[in-house]
C-alpha cells in the first residue's frame, strides 16, 4: 500500500483494508507492507494557513465545497472507527514519518506505526515533522527506542523512500492509496470495504498456497 500521512483518502483507505482483513477468512495470512508516497516532496516542516485554505487553492475550490468534502470524508471515517478533524490538522512535511515507518518496516511495529501517525496527524492535529511528536508516536506504537533514534538524529532509510516512490512512479502511480496486492492486481484509491475484500478473495483464489 502507497500512502502519505497527509492524505485523508489513504487514512480512510488503511482502515477499510483492515476491515476487509478482519472480514476475509484468510485475512491472517495477508501481510501488508506499508510504502512511502509523499504528495509533496517541497513541502516545508510545517506550512501557512488552514488545511481548508490549502486544499481551496490547491484544487481551484471554494471553502463551502471544501468544508463539504471534509464533511464526507469525517462520516466516512466514522464508519470505520478513524476519526477526522480537519480544523485540527496541521500540515507539513512528512519525509521523517516516512522515514520512521521505513525503519520498521517488516516488524511487529509496522502497522501500528502506521495507523498512529494516521491518528496524530487527522484525529490530534499533531505537527508529523516534529521530532518530538515522532518520539511520542512510535513510544505509542511500541517502537523500541533506539530504532527511533536512529532514524531522527540523522539522514537513515531516507533513500528507501525515495525508492518506494520510484517504484510508484514506474507503476505510473500518481495518486494514493494504491493497493497492489500480490505484485498483480493494482486498486487505485480508497475502495469501500466489500469491493476490497472482493479482491482480496480473487486474487487469494489464483495464488498458490
Request: proline share 2%; net charge negative; with cysteine.
Amino acid at each position: 500500500m502507497w500512502s502519505d500521512f497527509a492524505c485523508p483518502w489513504c487514512a480512510l483507505g488503511l482502515y477499510r483494508l483492515d476491515l476487509a482483513r478482519e472480514q476475509f477468512v484468510h485475512g491472517d495470512d495477508i501481510t501488508v507492507v506499508h510504502r512511502s508516497f509523499e504528495l509533496d516532496r517541497r513541502a516545508p516542516a510545517r506550512s501557512d494557513g488552514t488545511v481548508e485554505e490549502v486544499v481551496a487553492r490547491k484544487y481551484g475550490l471554494g471553502l463551502q465545497q471544501v468544508r463539504a468534502g471534509h464533511a464526507q470524508l469525517t462520516a466516512l471515517g466514522a464508519e470505520v472507527g478513524f476519526t477526522f478533524d480537519f480544523d485540527r490538522v496541521r500540515l507539513g512535511s512528512t519525509f521523517d514519518a516516512h522515514r520512521l515507518t521505513q525503519a520498521v518496516r517488516g516488524t511487529e511495529w509496522e502497522a501500528a506505526l502506521v495507523q498512529q501517525l494516521f491518528v496524530a496527524h487527522f484525529s490530534e492535529g499533531q505537527q508529523l515533522s516534529d521530532h518530538d511528536v515522532l518520539r511520542d508516536v512510535a513510544r505509542v506504537a511500541g517502537v523500541a527506542e533506539h530504532i527511533t533514534e536512529k532514524v531522527l538524529g540523522g539522514t537513515a532509510y531516507g533513500d528507501e523512500v525515495r525508492a518506494d516512490e520510484a517504484a510508484a512512479a514506474e507503476l505510473h502511480v500518481t495518486g494514493v492509496p494504491y493497493f497492489l496486492i500480490g505484485g498483480a492486481w493494482p486498486i487505485p484509491g480508497a475502495q469501500d470495504v466489500e469491493t476490497l475484500g472482493a479482491l482480496l478473495q480473487r486474487a487469494w483464489s489464483r495464488v498458490d498456497h
